[in-house]
């Protein structure tokens, strides 16, 4: 009886220190390796692990495909405030339009958004959804610059308010829009009207 439990009692402290020493390795790969973490964990559906180690590696390495892959999962898994966390530091990185360039020559034809207003829109309506209004209005005015593309950030912030009849962001889209209108081609004037239009008859 006794050999039993020294055997059975050798083989539990064997087992601790193999859990143990795994435990280790992941911290280990974790802290020095978060690019190899990312893709393991999001491969075993670690989702939030993923989105961490993600902007860690971000974090260590400056490369924006790392901080874009975390913000495509928090998307993905409708994290709001991991979609506003990851997606403001994937905005503010210096190579984000041509990261996304290059996403937007892959994309399939017919599809009716390009990456950075898909992203723009995201970060804009994971703020509304937190309650933060006109920081969703904002950051979805960030995305334009001197064209009104179709079903941009600011149309898909307008579309949601509407639907959720809410008549202050409604108003401030509106407020924001009369603003900037001169600057569009005619191409872009003829949508922008038509979306300008919805927000006032709103």
Known sequence: MRVDKVIWRAALFTLA????????????LCFLFPWTMMQV??????ERSCI???????????????????TDVAISEGEYERVVECGEMF????????????HNEELP??????????VYAQVSLAKYRLGD?????L????????????????????????????????AMIREKMANVQSTYSEADQTYFSEILDLARNA
């Not at 961490?52 to 975390?70: H, L, P, T, W």
């Not at 503010?92 to 290059?102: G, I, L, P, V």
């Not at 960030?142 to 579309?159: G, H, Q, T, W, Y």
């Open 91 to 102: 905005l503010s990185d210096a190579e984000f339009d041509s990261y996304c360039a290059k």
């Open 133 to 137: 209004k006109e920081g969703a209005v």
């Open 109 to 118: 034809e017919g599809v009716g958004v390009t990456y950075d207003q898909y």
């Open 17 to 28: 220190a193999i859990t143990a020493l795994f435990a280790l390795m992941l911290l280990v």
């Open 41 to 46: 964990t999001y491969n075993l559906g670690m």
């Open 52 to 70: 961490r180690n993600g902007k860690r590696a971000y974090n260590m390495s400056d490369e924006v495909y790392y901080i874009a892959f975390a």
């Open 139 to 170: 950051t979805a005015f960030d995305s334009l610059d001197e064209s009104f593309p179709k079903n941009n950030a600011v149309v898909a912030v307008l579309v949601t308010a509407l639907g959720e009849e809410d008549d202050e962001t409604v």
